[in-house]
């Protein structure tokens, strides 16, 4: 089952701030991020493995709430190069997956658009 | 360089010819997957390999074949193309090395009249 991504997208103008939001059903061993720009592939921005753990990539970072099975990208000071759709990937734990191991099996969000304007 | 390779990038076919994506890797990586994305719909995940003669199943197979001989190569094989496999494709790599880190071929987008 795909998580759910909120907001579905959001505008804004340089220099805000926002928050993409990655919810899942199931327990997670892993939460992905990826951004993809319009006509190219996803490309890789951050993983978190642990519950609670934090990561930082230049203006953008991530959480990981392994209890709430929850993930939040937190981008801050946008630039225009941070307009594109963000995805999450998720991995849920190898022992509640019925088909075996989860490794390799990522499930991504819907994706959220986001658009920053000069 | 690094690189996960697709072709073709571009296919329009017709319904019920069969078609093979290639998808090749030059980072030795176990893990392989083909995605397909809709508007709306996000990535979606057909197959994924974990390693050579090993496939599974993702979330949306129907209609789809893999195989993976060699552990570079992961073609992706309709024997029946509908109109409703019209997407974009993706191939991917990845590692358990560096925790599945997804590493994205450019994407073949395939038209079916």
């Known amino acids: 089952q795909q998580p759910v991504q909120s907001p579905q997208a959001v505008i804004l103008r340089e220099g805000e701030d926002a928050v993409i939001n990655c919810s899942s059903s199931k327990a997670l061993y892993s939460v992905h991020w990826y951004r993809q720009k319009h006509g190219e592939a996803p490309v890789f921005l951050m993983i978190l493995l642990k519950g609670g753990e934090q990561k930082g990539h230049e203006k953008i970072s991530a959480s990981f709430n392994e209890k709430k099975q929850q993930s939040s990208l937190y981008l801050t000071a946008s630039q225009l190069s941070y307009s594109g759709t963000y995805f999450c990937?998720?991995?849920?734990?190898?022992?509640?997956?019925?088909?075996?191991?989860?490794?390799?099996?990522?499930?991504f969000g819907q994706g959220t658009i986001l658009t920053v304007h000069p | 360089e690094a690189q996960v390779t697709q072709n073709p990038r571009y296919l329009i076919t017709v319904t019920g010819k069969k078609l093979t994506v290639t998808c090749s890797q030059n980072?030795?990586?176990?893990?392989m997957s083909w995605y397909r994305q809709d508007p709306g719909l996000g990535l979606r995940q057909i197959y994924y390999s974990m390693n050579v003669e090993v496939t599974d199943k993702g979330d949306v197979p129907e209609g789809y074949k893999v195989s993976r001989k060699e552990k570079r190569n992961f073609p992706l094989i309709l024997e029946s193309p509908s109109p409703n496999q019209t997407s974009l494709y993706f191939c991917a790599s990845s590692a358990l090395e560096t925790n599945n880190e997804q590493f994205f071929g450019p994407g073949t987008r395939l038209t079916v009249l």
């Open positions: 980072m030795n990586h176990e893990y």
């Open positions: 990937g998720t991995e849920i734990y190898p022992a509640l997956n019925a088909g075996g191991t989860s490794y390799g099996k990522l499930t």
